[in-house]
């Protein structure tokens, strides 16, 4: 059990291994996730599904990125 909660706990650690693969492992998931919805046999609908697809993920990264910077960006002076 120990070693369980020493992986979880350096999973959030910058200077982890285990930090770089679970990143690795989430970027994997998101790429195959797009990879998947886009597959169509109809070459424009497939175009269509990819751009609506990367659109809405670049806007979920900004968003998303933006909130928490602004949640955890605060530095008391």
């Known amino acids: 059990m120990e070693i369980l ?3 979880f706990a350096s999973m959030f650690r910058l200077d982890s ?3 770089v693969i679970v ?3 989430i ?3 998101v790429a195959t996730i797009i990879i998947i919805s886009v597959d169509n046999p109809d070459s ?3 175009l269509k599904y990819l751009k609506s697809n990367l ?3 670049a806007m979920f990264m900004v968003l998303s990125g933006g909130l928490i910077y602004l949640l955890f960006g605060y530095q008391a002076v």
Do not use: A, E, T, Y
Request: glycine share 12%; hydrophobic share 50%.
């Open 5 to 7: 909660s020493n992986i």
């Open 17 to 19: 291994i285990w930090s």
């Open 23 to 25: 990143r690795g492992l």
């Open 27 to 29: 970027w994997f998931v």
């Open 44 to 46: 424009d609908k497939s």
């Open 55 to 57: 659109g809405f993920f």
